[in-house]
């Protein structure tokens, strides 16, 4: 499907959840136009900008499909947009649907996927389950992030339009496949590294893989545990 509709878009102000965690993920809806930067949508803050934030993390992306997964699986919480902090929720637009650089118009802002979003804990932290991470990693429910080409206003009344695909072969789905599951299958770590629309953070830890034969402690963001971010 080259367009779809937008179901809502969402912002946030960073909030405290005790113990000094700033979180970014409580989000509301926005029915106005909004202005699309690099750094991310109008007012929307991040709770930690060394991982939440930047020109390769400009906007969040979550199927609204995933939300019937999460209410068999958690049924102690009414899940809907936007539960995992995203920015825009849609159908019709899935992980395995979506390929890395992907090129979308959205208003007047012109958008390209940049990498798989990493679940961190404070996922956790905002709905009580701490194993929610973890189980969004396994199962490649995470969404993903655009960076911004073209910056302009956006809303929700307009589509989601497709305009170009450069990588058919790499969804988002099979980079988080390669990424989390294969975590040192040479072959899926080759194409990562040689995707230049994929954002310099995952290339360059394809990259260490391949060089060391060692994968990169996930605990830190996983479960909060000191030294965060290490594949963020």
């Known amino acids: 499907m080259n367009t779809v509709d937008v179901d809502g878009v969402y912002i946030g102000k960073a909030k405290n959840l005790g113990q000094g965690l700033i979180s ?8 106005n136009r909004l202005w699309l930067w690099p750094q991310g949508l109008g007012s929307d803050e ?12 400009a906007l969040h992306h979550y199927p609204a499909e995933h939300y019937s997964y999460w209410r068999k699986r958690y049924p102690q919480i009414d899940w809907c947009a936007p539960a995992f902090g ?14 890395l650089g992907d090129m979308f118009r959205w208003g007047g802002a012109l958008l390209q996927v940049s990498q798989p979003r990493s ?11 701490p194993d929610l991470p973890q189980q969004a990693q396994n199962s490649g ?5 655009y960076r911004v080409l073209k910056p302009g206003f956006v809303s929700a009344d307009q589509p989601f339009e497709l305009i170009q695909r450069s990588y058919p072969g790499l969804t988002v789905a099979w980079a988080l496949r390669c990424f989390y599951r294969e975590p040192l299958e040479h072959a899926g770590l080759k194409k990562l590294v040689g995707c230049p629309a994929l954002a310099s953070r995952w290339r360059d830890i394809a990259n260490k893989r391949m060089r060391t034969g060692l994968v990169e402690d996930w605990s830190a963001r996983l479960l909060g545990l000191p030294l965060e971010g290490l594949s963020a």
């Open 24 to 31: 970014d993920t409580d989000k509301r809806p926005v029915a």
């Open 46 to 57: 991040h709770g930690d900008p060394r991982f939440h934030t930047g020109p390769e993390r």
């Open 86 to 99: 995203e920015n825009l929720s849609t159908h019709g637009l899935t992980e395995e649907q979506v390929c």
């Open 119 to 129: 679940p961190c804990y404070r996922l956790s932290h905002r709905w009580g389950l």
């Open 141 to 145: 429910r995470c969404g993903w992030f």
